[in-house]
């Protein structure tokens, strides 16, 4: 099994397809003596001459020769092959961004900042995966991402992106929607509708919510999906703590209203995961762009 370098190969392909070893030198910008000893290296390893050597007389290759010859040819070929793939790779990398985004995040703030940061970087491509909190860890902690968005329990941590507005929201016709403010000991006697028990996103809700004194309080319906919670508090099933960006347009329409409590809600934090200590070189473009974008709108 010939097990010479890709540079040998190519040396002893320049010997025949330049007309010699003298030719060859000029040609690869080498000594004489340098290419003789590739080609003695290669007998070497073939086990039998490569060349017929007569004084006065050129060279002739010999079978063994012949042989190794279409064998340096088919080595440069995939090997050319191999390098203008890998290229192509390394393009495809460089202009590729993979994301995996917590769903809310994903459907309510991650069209601004994806129209902002193409519109900025036009040759990139983007693949996004809307996903609940779980399937966005997983998916960050498994690599097949280059960057995971979801949200966070610590605002001081270094990979912080900004803040989410939860809000409490009941039906226009709900018995305290017409109240300018409402304590937080009277939400406990108040049915609610949240998300799946022992998810993590029903969890920093939670957590939130015992934050501000409403520690008691009694979910009649679980739900995975911010949409469906809505829609279920819109049919007036109960009250909900929810992020404020999921349910804007129907506050302003005056379907939903917002609770003002005596004990403000403290904000969910966004925070990111980074996969690969390397990430993609558009994900720093695209924090910048994203960090632009909600400049104003995440506090």
């Given amino acids: 099994m010939v097990s010479a370098s890709g540079r040998r190969l190519d040396v002893f392909r320049a010997i025949i397809e330049h007309g010699g070893v003298n030719a060859a030198a000029d040609r690869l910008g080498v000594s004489q ?27 002739v290759v010999t079978p063994a020769g012949e042989a190794l010859y279409l064998y340096a040819c088919e080595s440069a070929a995939h090997r050319s092959e191999l390098t203008g793939k890998l290229r ?68 001081g941590v270094s990979s912080a992106m900004g803040r989410q507005d939860l809000v409490l929201i009941a039906a226009a016709n709900h018995p305290l ?13 108040y049915a609610f509708v949240g998300g799946l028990p022992r998810s993590q996103f029903f969890g920093l809700v939670e ?16 739900l995975q999906d911010s949409v469906a919670v809505k829609n279920a508090v819109l ?18 329409s005056g379907r939903l209203v917002v609770l003002r409590t005596d004990v403000p809600l403290q904000p969910l934090p966004i925070e990111f995961i980074l996969p ?12 910048e762009v994203w960090r632009k974008s909600q400049a104003g709108s995440l506090r």
């Fill in 33 to 59: 003596p340098s290419i003789t000893a590739h080609v003695r290296a290669l007998e070497r390893q073939v086990g039998a001459a490569l060349f017929k050597r007569q004084r006065g007389r050129r060279n």
């Fill in 88 to 155: 192509g790779l390394a393009s495809q990398q460089a202009n590729s961004l993979s994301l995996a985004v917590q769903r809310s995040i994903a459907n309510y703030t991650m069209p601004a900042v994806l129209a902002a940061f193409l519109k900025a970087h036009p040759n990139a491509r983007v693949t996004m995966h809307s996903e609940t909190q779980e399937a966005v860890r997983d998916l960050a902690l498994s690599g097949r991402v280059d960057a995971a968005i979801l949200f966070g329990t610590d605002e």
């Fill in 177 to 189: 929607a017409r109240r300018k403010r409402v304590a937080v000991s009277e939400l406990d006697t």
């Fill in 207 to 222: 957590t939130a919510l015992n934050r501000a004194g409403v520690k008691n309080y009694q979910v009649i319906l679980h």
């Fill in 235 to 252: 049919q007036g099933i109960g009250i909900a703590c929810t992020l404020a960006c999921v349910v804007e347009q129907e506050i302003e």
């Fill in 276 to 287: 690969d200590a390397t990430p993609s070189p558009l994900w720093k473009d695209f924090l």
